[in-house]
């Protein structure tokens, strides 16, 4: 569950990022979060995983009073929530299994559980064959599979993908929404933004739309026409 | 912290040594080169203080007694000889017993005494002081003392003493502050290189939830592993260094003869591991923060 109200947020260069934004994803959801550069999408995400502090308003994130959140309780924050990066994030000298067990590495998870749970997901994402390969003998799909698998690993409440296809062809941008779709019809809210047109309008679902700062629609099942 | 954390730990904090060899090998290096050095004047010190401990056993007052005074009123000025502040011991020396050793000492020489006898001589009390930095004081003390007639004392000697030992013990404590800078700068930069590595893994892990604590853990490793690496290496090459150095001085001056290394080995490994486990651990933990901001 997500919840923004009335969020403000002003950089210290003067960017005036947020102003006022009211924003509820409820759990199990879908959402497209769109609009054009600088808009204010990357500013909302930065926010929900508290990499940046609000300047105004409230953010509630799976229980977390994410404004008024410790230093100290970030880290479980994120442990309810998973990342997704465009540029994929992978580390080049790990394997696939390595990259995915490494998420669960660092939160503590004991190797038992680590060998029990890593070949799972990376059987959801179709990519158990390809454990043993490093990032550069892989596709650029195949790369975004093995950084959503990461992002699945520690099975978060919300998976949040920051333009996961924008360096993906047409075709292997279907296949990592479809994978999306799927990760949310198990139960996980899927926060996707982008500013692809073509991949939104495709895909029946709820379209938030910010532009200067502001939502300027917020549709379920609507289009992308900002 | 559970079991299978601190191995991930260590794994990661080898790696990281690896990873940066030559690094890591400068690193170690330069701990082994600052302890060495560090610890050759701490040795220093250590031989010459025992000297100066032996020299100022030899250091003492001469008190000689008023030559009016009778035995008895000479042995009676014990109390007040003692009653001075900074008096360790007082040995009362008769004038014929002064007499005797006198003759000792000029050994073949004991001829130019022929005539004499104890009566050349007068009572003496052989006093040690505490301080020897205070010597001139107590000789000052002690001529105040009703039937004390003159104190003599080595005042060069005294002074030579003390100077030397306080020179060469701030010279000890300069050097071993300012190599223990340069150790804690050297690991820092080691690990500096290996977070900036890892920045990317870092960010990750910060992002999939590490905490703070766990991310530090493995440079931390690294770094307290370079440490005790430096500081055991050193150790022995100290050994080596100072038991050569120990038979050339014995060889050319066997006036000075070195405290054995083995009296003081343990003392020496502590020292070097307790200072290579700060160095490295101090190294590991100022590096790592600015690289903790996600």
């Excluded at chain 1, 047409?170 to 926060?191: A, D, F, Q, W």
């Excluded at chain 2, 050759?40 to 056993?57: G, M, P, R």
Aim: aromatic residues 10%; neutral net charge.
């Amino acid at each position: 569950m997500v919840r923004f109200g009335n969020v403000y947020k002003n950089y210290p260069n003067g960017t005036r990022a947020l102003k006022g934004v009211d924003i509820r994803i409820d759990d199990g959801e879908f959402v497209f979060l769109v609009g054009p550069s600088g808009s204010g999408k990357s500013t909302v995400i930065k926010l929900i995983t508290a990499e940046e502090k609000a300047t105004n308003g409230k953010i509630l994130v799976n229980g977390y009073n994410v404004t008024s959140l410790r230093s100290s309780q970030i880290p479980k924050l994120r442990r309810t929530l998973g990342v997704v990066f465009q540029d994929f994030r992978l580390i080049e000298n790990k394997t696939v299994y390595e990259n995915v067990a490494f998420a669960m590495r660092v939160i503590g998870a004991s190797s038992r559980r680590i060998k029990q749970r890593v070949p799972v997901i990376l059987e959801l994402v179709g990519l158990a064959h390809k454990a043993k390969r490093f990032p550069h003998e892989l596709s650029g799909g195949e790369m975004q599979r093995v950084s959503i698998a990461r992002a699945l690993i520690n099975n978060p409440q919300v998976i949040l993908a920051d333009e996961p296809t924008g360096n993906l062809d047409p075709v292997r941008s279907k296949e990592i929404m479809m994978l999306l779709e799927k990760i949310n019809e198990l139960g996980t809210t899927v926060i996707v933004v982008t500013h692809e047109r073509d991949i939104v309008n495709s895909f029946s679902k709820r379209v938030v739309a910010l532009d200067g700062g502001k939502v300027v629609s917020d549709a379920t099942g609507g289009y992308y026409q900002v | 912290m559970k079991g299978y954390n601190t191995v991930y730990f260590l794994k990661e904090g080898v790696k990281s040594i690896f990873q940066r060899g030559f690094m890591s090998f400068a690193a170690v290096t330069v701990i082994i080169a600052c302890l060495l050095i560090s610890g050759s004047f701490a040795l220093v010190a250590y031989n010459v203080n025992e000297l100066i401990a032996e020299a100022e056993q030899q250091n003492e007052l001469l008190a000689f007694v008023d030559e009016t005074l009778s035995d008895t009123e000479a042995l009676g000025l014990a109390g007040s000889i003692y009653a001075v502040s900074n008096v360790k011991s007082a040995e009362f020396v008769s004038a014929d017993q002064a007499f005797v050793d006198y003759s000792e000492e000029l050994g073949d020489d004991a001829d130019l005494l022929e005539g004499l006898d104890g009566d050349a001589l007068r009572h003496r009390y052989r006093i040690l002081v505490n301080d020897l930095e205070q010597t001139e004081q107590t000789a000052e003390e002690l001529e105040q003392i009703q039937g004390i007639a003159k104190v003599r004392y080595s005042y060069e000697l005294a002074d030579g003493i003390v100077t030397m030992r306080n020179i060469v013990n701030v010279i000890t404590w300069l050097i071993g502050a300012l190599l223990l800078v340069v150790s804690v700068f050297m690991i820092s930069n080691t690990v500096k290189l290996a977070t900036f590595d890892r920045r990317e893994e870092i960010a990750i892990m910060k992002m999939v939830g590490a905490t703070n604590m766990f991310i530090r853990w493995p440079f931390i490793v690294q770094g307290f592993l370079l440490g005790m690496m430096g500081g055991l290496v050193a150790f022995f090459a100290q050994w080596g260094i100072y038991t050569y150095a120990g038979k050339i001085i014995l060889q050319y001056a066997p006036v000075f003869e070195l405290i054995p290394f083995g009296s003081i080995a343990i003392t020496m490994l502590v020292a070097f591991l307790v200072v290579g486990f700060i160095v490295g651990v101090l190294g590991g933990v100022t590096t790592i923060r600015r690289f903790m901001r996600v």
